[in-house]
């Protein structure tokens, strides 16, 4: 208030010091009776007014300009509240997801918050706070309470990187659960997610849901891992071309769990005696 009053006074100093000597002038004349006068008197009258009205304009102005700041400020306050009240409800939407998977699973979960992320050049990794010290070995799931995020690339003490689904590097088993078939998890366009190698014989719809596969050596089977949005039959392909949503929100994802997965041994050893009696 005092602000604005000051700046005000600065600003138009002459013209109201003008002002109240011109009033002043027009309040001797207002008070004198002489007959020859009143014309002045009349026109005091009108000019003090109309001087009235003005200096009430120039102080509505600068309240006004005073009052847009302050509500301008209080908006962009309200804005950032707004942010942060949202943030928190879905990063609070996040653990309550992994508590509920972590109640339904049998695994062995590190919890880890993400601490960085790196997407150029069609690589996508994250970066979780927990390492060797917390008993991450690289080639881990990595999960959040809404399915599959990837797979640990590699390990130090105290950190893990994450290959996730985005990257282009990344293949995974995978199996359409209305249609039985099995099929590759790769990355897509634009945030999302292509299954490769189902047959065109297969009847494939959006909406159906997508989840890793028992065929699968790196993770263990029944993981979400998104949902069909587009299935095209593309001519002189015996595959259809397959569009997924992903289960996970790379762009929000904030904490996540490492599943201390031991990968079957019983497939791979078997392939290796045949091999060797073939020798």
Not at 13 to 28: D, E, M, R
Not at 35 to 60: C, K, M, N
Not at 249 to 263: C, L, P, Q
């Amino acid at each position: 208030m005092f602000k604005w009053l000051s700046e005000f006074f600065r600003l138009a100093k002459n013209y109201i010091v003008f002002a109240l000597l011109i009033s002043l002038s027009f309040f001797l004349i207002s008070t004198n009776n002489n007959v020859h006068t009143r014309g002045l008197q009349v026109l005091g009258l009108f000019t003090t007014s109309y001087l009235e009205a003005g200096v009430r304009d120039v102080i509505g102005y600068f309240t006004l300009a005073s009052k847009n700041k302050e509500l301008r400020e209080e908006n962009a306050r309200l804005i950032d509240l707004t942010a942060r009240i949202r943030g928190a409800m879905e990063e609070n939407e996040q653990l309550r997801q992994m508590l509920k998977f972590r109640e339904q699973t049998r695994s062995q979960l590190i919890p880890a918050d993400v601490i960085g992320r790196s997407s150029e050049g069609g690589r996508y990794f994250l970066t979780l706070d927990a390492g060797s010290n917390s008993g991450v070995h690289a080639g881990d799931p990595v999960v959040t309470g809404t399915g599959l995020v990837g797979t640990v690339f590699a390990v130090n003490d105290d950190f893990s990187l994450v290959r996730t689904l985005l990257d282009g590097d990344s293949r995974i088993a995978a199996k359409l659960l209305n249609a039985s078939a099995d099929g590759l998890i790769v990355a897509g366009d634009y945030g999302q997610l292509a299954m490769k190698n189902v047959s065109r014989r297969y009847v494939v719809s959006p909406g159906d849901l997508v989840e890793t596969s028992s065929l699968s050596s790196l993770v263990p089977p029944g993981i979400a891992i998104g949902m069909v949005t587009k299935s095209t039959d593309e001519p002189g392909n015996i595959f259809k071309k397959i569009d997924v949503q992903p289960a996970v929100d790379f762009t929000a994802i904030s904490a996540a769990f490492v599943m201390e997965y031991v990968h079957p041994a019983g497939a791979a050893n078997l392939k290796n005696e045949r091999l060797k009696k073939r020798k």
